[in-house]
């Protein structure tokens, strides 16, 4: 089967494909992105979504947005180098990856070069470079974590942390790839993730291709199905990881781990290095973005909450690092206490 490939260069280089994440599963489109617009579009509406794919797509996507200017002084490229990825980097303020990886391409610019030409190379190999890197960190994400699961484990996530998240195998599926491609029988229960519903249109559809047994539940029947003895281990990804290892995921993460508390349930988190941000202590400096009204309000084009009653849709919360058996990088499967970031 053809390996999910969320984000790419176009063939002729000049644009990101990207698989159009908000037409899945009723539709497989690829879309490609040309322009500083096309880009940030297709970030702050998720058709390109997951922390590791936003950031690689937001590196690759500030060169593309770049080309045009390839006929300017150096200067004038790395003036407006900084304001394209300051308005890439202001789609989502939560994902750790998404500024890092447009800064690491950025500070190309910042390198003396004597022509534009040379400043968009230096630039574009660097965003080549971190593609690159994604896909090998999510298999080593998923040779380590693999040693997580048992034959026959039952595995509950939630949002998706696949393939369709990042360029490679994905974070917290990685060690559910590895396990059936060594032959273990692993299945998943994917909570269906409101509002966007990434679990049960995205996760499913990425394991269901893949041969891997997966079943979609709502988001209010986890705990349910925890008490039931339907889950052996609860395996999500990340948008940020402070310091102390609080982690910042998905709107829901944070019920699913104390649900697991209460059940005697490992709860693991797994993502790569560009992930952490070891600056901030605590999880508490985490900015979590608030979406729209609309995601919550309608559905399927149908008013379900009354015009006049307000609505909070914070897209992502923060796991207390308290509530984490291990977080899997991919360099160890690191436990507690967490202390990232010291030598
Ligand atoms: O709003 P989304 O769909 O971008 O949120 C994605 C998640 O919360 C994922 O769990 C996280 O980015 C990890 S992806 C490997």
């Not at 009723?26 to 390109?48: G, H, K, M, Y």
């Not at 202001?90 to 990856?97: C, K, V």
């Not at 994905?170 to 590895?178: I, R, S």
């Amino acid at each position: 089967m053809h390996p999910i490939q969320a984000v790419r260069w176009s063939p002729d280089c000049r644009a990101v494909r990207i698989i159009d994440q908000t037409a899945l599963p009723e539709r497989f489109v690829e879309r490609d992105l040309r322009t500083l617009d096309d880009v940030c579009t297709a970030i702050a509406s998720l058709a390109v979504r997951g922390a590791p794919a936003i950031g690689i797509a937001g590196a690759m996507g500030l060169v593309v947005s770049l080309d045009s200017f390839d006929d300017q002084s150096a200067d004038a490229l790395r003036a407006r180098t900084a304001v394209h990825a300051h308005r890439i980097i202001a789609t989502r303020p939560t994902a750790a990856n998404l500024a890092w990886a447009v800064n690491a391409v950025a500070a190309q610019a910042m390198l003396p070069a004597a022509s534009s030409g040379a400043v968009l190379a230096a630039m574009r190999a660097k965003a080549a470079a971190l593609l690159e890197d994604d896909g090998a960190m999510c298999r080593r994400i998923g040779e380590l974590g693999v040693s997580l699961l048992a034959d026959g484990a039952r595995v509950m996530t939630h949002c998706n942390a696949g393939a369709l998240a990042t360029t490679g195998m994905g974070t917290a599926l990685a060690p559910v790839y590895v396990a059936t491609e060594r032959g273990l029988h692993v299945s998943v229960l994917a909570c269906e993730t409101r509002p966007l519903l990434q679990g049960g249109r995205l996760t499913s559809w990425e394991l269901s291709r893949a041969g891997v047994p997966v079943r979609v539940i709502t988001d209010g029947s986890a705990a349910h199905a925890m008490r039931e003895g339907r889950v052996d281990l609860v395996i999500v990804g990340a948008d940020r990881i402070a310091a102390n290892g609080d982690t910042a995921n998905k709107i829901g993460t944070y019920a699913l781990a104390i649900a697991a508390r209460h059940h005697g349930i490992p709860f693991y988190v797994a993502a790569p290095s560009s992930t952490f941000d070891p600056a901030l202590a605590t999880g508490d400096a985490i900015p979590i973005e608030q979406r729209g009204r609309d995601e919550v309000a309608r559905v399927a084009g149908r008013v379900i909450v009354p015009n006049e009653v307000p609505v909070d849709n914070p897209a992502f919360d923060v796991t207390p690092a308290a509530l984490i058996s291990a977080i899997v990088s991919d360099r160890a499967i690191h436990t507690p206490p967490y202390r990232f970031g010291e030598s």
